[in-house]
């Protein structure tokens, strides 16, 4: 099956530097990958949708300068949250979905804890 | 806008009890996914539903999709307390590359 890996799976930073999430899809290319922020007993909010090559695709509300997104690959995306503070503090989930996939389904990692003291 | 409504949004049940949980979606759409979530951890895909009528179903889990009526459920048939998680339902929209998710319900099942 699709596989996507995350890391670091869990971060502590302190407040004013930045943290880097890797987000790799391990057995298949993914042309498009998604990122998700979950704060505790929410759902899932999308952050960006990052495409292969191209600038992502910010969602409203989301600061392009605070959540730099760069997909330099067709297996891999990174978020970095930049001059991080305790409010970013959440769990980020990244998504690939496969190039040549029939259910356009997106495949999930198993989510970055981030706390930010 | 698509919009995704679940209901309820919290669920506690006994065991060897049947439930349903409802998924209404507001604009036309031609995938519907549910997924499950447990304390701490990420998604675990539970079904795709790819057209009007569709039944899908795993164990004591089914899933079944209305298009016209823009409905899904989800269906608990004897509930266990391994099922205990949340579980959410999300949408495709048709003119963009994301899914849409609903809020969630809480699923707790009383031994």
């Known amino acids: 099956g699709a596989v996507v890996s995350q890391h670091p799976s869990r971060v502590i930073c302190k407040s004013g530097t930045s943290v880097k999430i890797e987000c790799r899809s391990l057995d298949f290319q993914a042309t498009t990958m998604f990122w998700y922020r979950q704060f505790p007993k929410q759902s899932l909010m999308l952050m960006a949708t990052s495409n292969e090559g191209s600038k992502a695709t910010y969602e409203q509300g989301v600061e392009k300068d605070k959540f730099l997104i760069n997909h330099a690959s067709l297996t891999l995306s990174t978020l970095t949250v930049t001059s991080a503070h305790p409010e970013d503090s959440s769990f980020y989930i990244c998504s690939a979905r496969e190039s040549r996939g029939l259910y356009n389904e997106q495949f999930f990692g198993p989510g970055t804890r981030l706390t930010v003291l | 806008e698509l919009k995704v409504e679940q209901n309820p949004l919290f669920l506690s049940m006994q065991e060897k009890k049947n439930y349903t949980i409802y998924c209404n979606y507001s604009?036309?759409?031609?995938?519907l996914y549910w997924y499950r979530q447990d304390p701490g951890k990420s998604l675990e895909s539970l079904f795709v539903?790819?057209?009007?009528?569709a039944v899908k179903q795993e164990g004591r889990l089914m899933a079944s999709l209305d298009t016209k009526a823009r409905l899904s459920t989800l269906h608990i048939t004897a509930a266990v307390h391994d099922l205990s998680a949340t579980y959410f339902c999300?949408?495709?929209?048709?003119?963009?590359?994301?899914?849409?998710f609903g809020k969630g319900t809480r699923l707790h099942i009383l031994p």
């Open positions: 539903l790819l057209s009007n009528g």
């Open positions: 999300a949408v495709d929209e048709d003119r963009d590359d994301k899914i849409i």
């Open positions: 604009t036309t759409s031609d995938r």
